[in-house]
């Protein structure tokens, strides 16, 4: 019997490999043909194949250098690589499956792409084996506008075939990008039809970056095309520290194509990138950027900007030990858990009624990890995704309306039910008058004080007239948090707290105001 199951077993597995070696990609065609094709640059292109069932395919289009008809490595240029899955609506760093059926078959466009002038390949395979076709992209024949440029860099950096672009909104119909790739010099030109509905924006293409620890200037341009536009310069200059690393899940499995952020604790430097096909990501940084504050790395995984919180992933997160300095070539990998369990609740704001609850973002936090989610509007329920290999989490909310407390939990163990936030009216108070022209925080009154005292803080009118996070703390001479006062957004005005130590001993403490780059603090003496 023993010996029957083996048979049955060393069986399995031939068929598994054997399904795995003869997945890749087949029947491959580009604008309906599997013959070579010829377009002008602003043309539809689309694509089809198959593949395994849900499999998952490795995109690259080249431009074929040599025009040789095969890939050359250091001598074509590889302008887009991604990776399409079979059934995937959204894509990975590029085109998703446009049938978005789980059918083996994967299809694309046709869809208006301005591509530089030239010959190309495009290579599709699964599991490193499928099929290529190759093309040529003609110049338009009379141009209605240029975009042209020059890069130029620090000694060491090559400026010949960077990939400049210009794209704008993908609902605007007609062509969304158009590109061109700079000569030997560092200049580009960019034709573009009569197509030229704005705004656009224009940069060295993230994805094939040449440069991806540099700090090029500008970042981007945006404009609106006219009659003239020349001068869209570019200057790559070698980064002063860097921060370099993989992202990988908890099985070593890397993750391409991730948003990865670094941050530092006062808002004011933020870095994006997007990690390689092999889960790479690099940071350059600027020497003004380094002034001995504290850096925050964390990889985009769990939270989209469209309020999908849905995914698979906690986003990791991590404190850099030390502060950057000049020179510093920092490597920090991050590390994915799965969400496998949840963590449950309901959000209830005192004298609102069920039903017409407002939405909150709700953030479960480790010193690695963090996963976000939304309580629905009406119930108040909400369920944050956590990974049960981490913990204990705190959790807390934010864009909590601004006359209601924070709520912070702490040493919440993963799986966790009954996670309540009943939010109560806070003792802050408005007050009516002219908006203020800057931040400030005043001295409290009375001081000494006994038990209570009141202290007022401005939060000034700013452009946009966008809210602020203002969070007041008190602490003690040891620097230990006594309480938050205030951890919310506000809106300009004027404003006043209560602090009640009733159950505080006679001392000094001390209050710190943070309202985005705003940081002050003052001495109170409780004096019974």
């Not at 049938?99 to 495009?122: C, K, Q, R």
């Not at 209605?144 to 060491?156: H, I, L, Q, Y």
């Amino acid at each position: 019997m023993k010996k029957l199951i083996a048979f049955f077993q060393i069986i399995f597995v031939l068929i598994f490999f054997t399904s795995l070696s003869n997945a890749q990609v087949s029947n491959l065609q580009v604008n309906g043909s599997s013959s070579p094709f010829t377009i002008t640059s602003g043309d539809n292109l689309s694509w089809s194949y198959n593949l395994s069932t849900g499999g998952t395919s490795n995109v690259e289009i080249w431009v074929d250098v040599n025009a040789n008809l095969s890939i050359d490595q250091g001598v074509d240029i590889l302008m887009f690589q991604f990776l399409i899955t079979d059934g995937d609506p959204e894509g990975e760093n590029g085109p998703s499956d446009m049938d978005e059926e789980v059918n083996g078959a994967i299809s694309f466009g046709p869809m208006a792409l301005g591509l530089t002038p030239s010959s190309y390949i495009l290579n599709f395979t699964e599991n490193s084996v499928g099929q290529m076709i190759t093309g040529t992209v003609a110049h338009l024949t009379s141009p209605s506008f240029t975009v042209s440029g020059k890069v130029t860099a620090s000694a060491g950096f090559n400026v010949k075939d960077v990939i400049i672009e210009m794209n704008r909104d993908e609902e605007i119909p007609g062509v969304f990008f158009w590109n061109a790739i700079t000569d030997g010099s560092g200049n580009y030109t960019i034709e573009v039809s009569a197509d030229s509905t704005g705004p656009w924006e224009l940069a060295i293409l993230s994805e094939q970056n040449p440069f991806p620890t540099a700090i090029i200037t500008p970042e981007y341009y945006e404009f609106y095309l006219s009659t003239t536009n020349t001068g869209y310069d570019f200057d790559v200059q070698k980064a002063d520290a860097k921060v370099v690393g993989t992202l990988k899940d908890e099985n070593g499995t890397p993750l391409p194509y991730v948003n990865v952020t670094l941050r530092d604790d006062n808002y004011e430097n933020e870095h994006y990138v997007d990690t390689d096909i092999n889960g790479n990501f690099q940071i350059g940084l600027s020497s003004d950027e380094l002034n001995g504050q504290k850096w925050f790395l964390q990889a985009g995984l769990h939270y989209s900007q469209d309020g999908d919180t849905s995914t698979n992933f906690m986003d990791p997160r991590v404190e850099l030990e030390n502060a950057i300095v000049l020179n510093d070539s920092i490597n920090q990998d991050l590390t994915a858990y799965f969400a496998d369990t949840t963590i449950t609740g309901i959000v209830s704001f005192q004298g609102m009624q069920t039903g017409n609850i407002p939405e909150i973002l709700l953030i479960a936090s480790t010193d690695s990890a963090e996963s976000y989610a939304y309580n629905d509007t009406i119930t108040g329920n909400y369920s944050l995704r956590v990974s049960s290999k981490l913990g204990p989490y705190s959790l807390f909310g934010v864009n909590i309306p601004g006359e209601y407390e924070h709520i912070t939990f702490h040493d919440i163990q993963p799986g966790a039910t009954n996670i309540d936030f009943n939010y109560t009216l806070t003792d802050v108070e408005k007050i009516n008058g002219s908006l203020p022209t800057q931040f400030g925080l005043k001295q409290n009154y009375p001081n000494p004080f006994n038990p209570s005292t009141t202290i007022n803080y401005t939060i000034p009118d700013q452009v946009g007239n966008d809210n602020v996070i203002v969070q007041l703390k008190v602490y003690d001479v040891l620097g230990r948090e006594i309480t938050t006062l205030v951890n919310n957004e506000q809106s300009a005005g004027s404003y006043k707290v209560q602090f009640d130590a009733n159950n505080l001993g006679n001392g000094v403490y001390f209050y710190q105001i943070i309202a985005g780059s705003f940081v002050d603090s003052k001495k109170m003496i409780l004096l019974k």
